[in-house]
């Protein structure tokens, strides 16, 4: 139970395998495995780090996808230069961290299991932002914006030097309500394509 819990706190993979004869029961690291399955006589438990999500951005609409994650219980880490913003989420009990670097993206918070949703309305935090993002292995990375604005992204990041295979991991635009106009459902559709 230690290891287990040493193992959820650290947010790392693991297979508990239990021998149905014997009625053991060891922990493996999980490697690919997702699935539960019998092998012979052990079952196999794949326990994989509960989805999270990192907020990079600011205005009404990151207000929005940050209350609706709240209340879907998930994980999440706010980044923001707007003062504004944090202080509406502040009120609504809800913690943001203040961007004044792109070292807010902090280096430990990106996993496999960690999506980032990048919303800015200041477009000069947007290209440093990202490409510092892009440096992790989130298994998402969407942005918000329109054609035009991720026409200009791409040009951005490709002149900071990110390479072409890290650039194909954004998705944009995002949600899966295409053409969302009110901030409740563009939360609600960022939140599902996420999850």
């Given at each position: 139970?230690?290891?287990?819990?040493?193992?959820?706190?650290t947010?790392?993979?693991f297979?508990?395998?239990?021998?149905?004869?014997?009625?053991?029961?060891?922990i493996?690291?999980a490697g690919?495995?997702t699935a539960c399955v019998r092998r012979?006589?052990?079952?196999h438990?794949?326990?994989?780090?509960p989805?999270?999500?990192?907020?990079a951005?600011?205005g009404p609409a990151?207000i929005?996808?940050?209350a609706?994650?709240?209340?879907?219980?998930?994980?999440?880490h706010i980044i923001?230069p707007d003062?504004a913003?944090r202080?509406e989420?502040?009120?609504?009990g809800?913690?943001?961290?203040?961007?004044?670097d792109?070292?807010?993206v902090?280096?430990?918070f990106?996993?496999?299991w960690t999506?980032a949703?990048?919303?800015?309305?200041?477009?000069?935090?947007?290209?440093?932002?990202?490409?510092r993002?892009?440096t992790?292995?989130?298994?998402?990375?969407?942005?918000?914006?329109?054609r035009k604005?991720?026409?200009?992204?791409?040009a951005q990041l490709?002149e900071?030097g990110?390479r072409?295979e890290?650039?194909?991991?954004?998705k944009?635009?995002?949600g899966m309500?295409g053409?969302?106009k009110s901030?409740?459902?563009l939360?609600?559709?960022i939140?599902?394509?996420v999850?």
């Amino acid at each position: 139970l230690e290891s287990i819990a040493e193992r959820r706190a650290t947010r790392r993979p693991f297979t508990l395998v239990t021998d149905i004869v014997r009625g053991e029961s060891w922990i493996e690291d999980a490697g690919r495995e997702t699935a539960c399955v019998r092998r012979g006589d052990a079952f196999h438990r794949a326990y994989l780090p509960p989805v999270r999500v990192l907020l990079a951005g600011g205005g009404p609409a990151l207000i929005a996808v940050a209350a609706l994650i709240r209340v879907a219980g998930l994980d999440m880490h706010i980044i923001t230069p707007d003062d504004a913003v944090r202080a509406e989420l502040s009120a609504r009990g809800i913690e943001a961290h203040g961007l004044i670097d792109v070292r807010a993206v902090e280096d430990d918070f990106g996993d496999p299991w960690t999506a980032a949703v990048v919303a800015f309305h200041e477009h000069a935090w947007e290209a440093p932002v990202l490409a510092r993002i892009l440096t992790r292995p989130y298994f998402y990375v969407g942005v918000m914006g329109s054609r035009k604005a991720h026409e200009t992204r791409l040009a951005q990041l490709r002149e900071m030097g990110v390479r072409d295979e890290d650039i194909a991991r954004l998705k944009s635009p995002i949600g899966m309500i295409g053409g969302a106009k009110s901030r409740v459902t563009l939360a609600a559709g960022i939140l599902a394509d996420v999850l």
